[in-house]
Nanobody, 124 residues
């Protein structure tokens, strides 16, 4: 397991942009698939975006496709989520997660390490 710390959340108007970052303390960061999940009040945690260990493949939930971009830097041990054209429905706590290379992206139970979450609030 690795320690994950998210940063970059906050309050933004609809149509605006935010960039979330997740820093890892582990030396094995480059061997993990990384993902972002989010959870709104009263709703289940949902997959947002994922990136393969090598950075060669990215995957997105349909609700964010074309608006969000996930990227990773295996030298700095960081994974980012660039969020553009934000909507009020994007309001949630966003979590960074690390999992094995064979992870099924949307299956939260397959991830072994989680950050504490970072709030994103989009005002309409």
């Amino acid at each position: 397991q690795v320690q994950l710390v998210e940063s970059g959340g906050g309050l933004v108007q609809a149509g605006g942009s935010l960039r979330l970052s997740c820093a890892s303390s582990g030396r094995t960061f480059s061997t993990y698939a990384m993902a972002w999940f989010r959870q709104a009040p009263g709703k289940e945690r949902e997959f947002v975006a994922g990136v393969r260990a090598s950075g060669g493949g990215t995957y997105y939930a349909d609700s964010v496709k074309g608006r969000f971009t996930i990227s990773r830097d295996n030298v700095k041990n960081m994974v980012d989520l660039q969020m553009n054209s934000l909507k009020s429905d994007d309001t949630a706590a966003y979590y960074c997660a690390a999992g094995p290379t064979w992870v099924l992206w949307a299956t939260a139970t397959m991830y072994h390490s989680w950050g504490k979450g970072n709030q994103v609030t989009v005002s309409s």
